[in-house]
T-cell receptor, first 114, second 114 residues
Framework: NAGVTQTPKFRILKIGQSMTLQCTQD?????MYWYRQDPGMGLKLIYY???????DKGEVPNGYNVSRSTTEDFPLRLELAAPSQTSVYFC?????????????FGPGTRLTVT | GEDVEQSLFLSVREGDSSVINCTYT??????LYWYKQEPGAGLQLLTY?????DMKQDQRLTVLLNKKDKHLSLRIADTQTGDSAIYFC??????????????FGKGTKLSVKP
């Protein structure tokens, strides 16, 4: 199993551009998450999904959109990039919510908006 | 302030024990976690403890939970240079509409000196 994979690893965007961060997991996990990690901070939840076709907002959803058309994929869309979205983005997945529910993290996408 | 709080830095000598502390605020949290993040990588689950336990030991790791004071600690025995990383405390809340999502602290950067 590859686990959770994310592409790209790095990206520089200009203000106002759009992009999609890709996330794929091959563990048949039903739950998937997107976090952002700002320097010196913990992770903040952007969006999550409890299964294909179901998504919900996390703590910091503004400026982002997600979709979950398959169990494996959970892309994160930035429509109008702003400098405040400069961050490292992590995708994660987990299997159950009623157990320790270990979240498996991808390696991250480092995004800079200038 | 942050709901989950940790000291930001800890420096120890190789072979000593490291103790990383964390306080959380939600008494209804069911599981508490310690994640490790190495430079340029995603988070990896180190260990977790269920809220009705007060101690859990796993090889060199000991987790202590004081539920009354909402205090969690991670002790690493015989700390090695390979333990140098950022350690995140996280609580999993079930109450309200959070769907059991994780709330992370800012992380404690552990530096191990040879």
């Amino acid at each position: 199993n590859a686990g959770v994979t994310q592409t790209p690893k790095f990206r520089i965007l200009k203000i106002g551009q759009s992009m999609t961060l890709q996330c794929t997991q091959d563990m048949n996990h039903n739950y998937m998450y997107w976090y952002r990690q700002d320097p010196g901070m913990g992770l903040k939840l952007i969006y999550y999904s409890v299964g294909a076709g179901i998504t919900d907002k996390g703590e910091v959803p503004n400026g982002y959109n997600v979709s979950r058309s398959t169990t494996e994929d959970f892309p994160l869309r930035l429509e109008l990039a702003a400098p405040s979205q400069t961050s490292v983005y992590f995708c994660a997945s987990s299997y159950f919510q009623d157990r320790p529910a270990e979240q498996y993290f991808g390696p991250g996408t480092r995004l800079t908006v200038t | 302030g942050e709901d989950v709080e940790q000291s930001l830095f800890l420096s120890v000598r190789e072979g000593d024990s490291s103790v990383i502390n964390c306080t959380y605020t939600d008494s209804s949290s069911t599981y508490l976690y310690w994640y490790k993040q190495e430079p340029g990588a995603g988070l990896q689950l180190l260990t977790y403890i269920f809220s009705n336990m007060d101690m859990k030991q796993d090889q060199r790791l000991t987790v202590l939970l004081n539920k009354k004071d909402k205090h969690l600690s991670l002790r690493i025995a015989d700390t090695q240079t390979g333990d140098s990383a950022i350690y995140f405390c996280a609580e999993r809340r079930i109450s309200g509409g959070s769907q059991g999502n994780l709330i992370f602290g800012k992380g404690t950067k552990l530096s191990v000196k040879p």
